[in-house]
C-alpha cells in the first residue's frame, strides 16, 4: 500500500544547467517505473532549471533545507514557501549535516517540520545515529528521541504525507552500509513508535526510507525489507546510470 519512494540528494553538487541535464536522464528512466515514486533534491540555485528540465515528468523536486520563517531578516536563509513557489514538492529536513556542521537541533527540526506543512511541502524527515552511538548501544535511544521532536508537532491526519529517512550517520558517503536487518530493525521500531501516537492505520501510510551508501548492488536486498519503503540516495544520485539502477530495481520490488 506504500508506493516505493527513491530520492536523490544532491547535496552541495551540480549547477544549474549540469544539474538540468542530469534531471533529464532522471526523467527518461523514470519512464520506465511508473510503480515508484522518484524525487531529486538540487542545489537552491539549481531548482528553477531542474523544475523546468522536468516539465511533464512525474519526477518531483526537493529542497536540501529550508527556514521556518515565511520571511525575514535571516541572511542566506531560504523560506519553505518560497521553494514551493520555485516549483518543490518536497523538503528534506534534519538531514545529519546539517545537524552536525550548522547546529541544527531536534527543535529547529520540529519547526522546520511546521513549516512545510504550512507551505504545503511534503517533508523528508532525516533521523539517525552515529557510529559512537551504535557502538554505545544508543541506537534507538537516539532515533526515539530525534522521532519524538517530529511526532510532536505532526498530525495524524497529515502521516500519509510525511517521510521519515533513516540515515544512520556512519553510513553516509562512507561506502559502509547498514545490513538489510539492521536497517529493518530501526525501520520497525520507528513504525511502532509511529503506530503508538498516530495509531497503526496513520502508521502505515508513512513512508520510512533508508539512507547511506545506497547503491545499484544492495538496493534491491534494502528495499525487499518489510518496513524499509525507499531510499534516500546520496553519491549514487549524481551519476543518472547508479540512480537509473536504483529505481529500477525499486520499481521490480514495488511490482
Ligand atoms: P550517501 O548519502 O548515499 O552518499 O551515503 C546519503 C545521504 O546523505 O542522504
Redesign the pocket.
Known amino acids: 500500500m506504500r508506493r516505493i519512494f527513491i530520492a536523490g540528494?544532491w547535496?552541495m553538487h551540480l549547477e544549474g544547467r549540469q544539474a538540468a541535464e542530469l534531471a533529464r536522464q532522471v526523467a527518461r528512466q523514470a519512464e520506465d517505473c511508473p510503480g515508484i515514486d522518484v524525487a531529486v533534491a538540487p542545489v537552491f540555485t539549481a531548482i528553477v532549471p531542474v523544475v523546468e528540465a522536468l516539465a511533464g515528468s512525474p519526477v518531483m523536486v526537493a529542497g536540501q533545507n529550508c527556514h521556518w520563517e515565511e520571511k525575514g531578516a535571516f541572511t542566506g536563509e531560504v523560506a519553505a514557501e518560497m521553494l514551493a513557489a520555485a516549483g518543490c514538492r518536497l523538503v528534506i529536513i534534519g538531514?545529519?549535516?546539517r545537524r552536525q556542521y550548522f547546529g541544527e537541533t531536534d527543535e529547529t527540526v520540529g519547526r522546520k517540520l511546521q513549516a512545510a506543512l504550512r507551505a504545503g511541502l511534503l517533508p523528508i524527515v532525516?533521523l539517525g545515529e552515529s557510529l559512537e552511538q551504535r557502538d554505545a548501544g544508543q541506537t534507538l535511544d537516539v532515533v526515539g528521541r530525534q522521532l519524538e521532536a517530529v511526532l510532536a508537532v505532526f498530525p495524524s491526519e497529515q502521516a500519509s504525507r510525511l517521510t521519515i529517512?533513516y540515515?544512520p550517520v556512519w553510513?553516509?558517503?562512507?561506502g559502509r552500509t547498514a545490513t538489510a536487518g539492521q536497517a529493518q530493525e530501526v525501520h520497525t521500531f520507528i513504525r511502532q513508535r509511529l503506530a503508538d501516537k498516530f495509531g497503526p492505520d496513520p502508521a502505515g501510510q508513512v513512508r520510512i526510507q533508508y539512507?547511506?551508501?545506497?547503491k545499484p548492488g544492495n538496493a534491491a536486498e534494502l528495499l525487499s525489507q518489510p518496513d524499509i519503503d525507499g531510499a534516500?540516495?546520496?553519491?549514487?544520485?549524481l551519476q543518472a546510470d547508479s540512480f537509473g539502477a536504483i529505481m529500477r530495481a525499486a520499481e521490480s520490488q514495488g511490482a
Do not use: D, F, P
Open positions: 540528494n547535496k538531514h545529519s549535516e532525516c529517512a540515515e553510513a553516509i558517503g562512507t539512507g547511506g551508501s545506497v534516500l540516495v546520496g553519491g549514487a544520485s
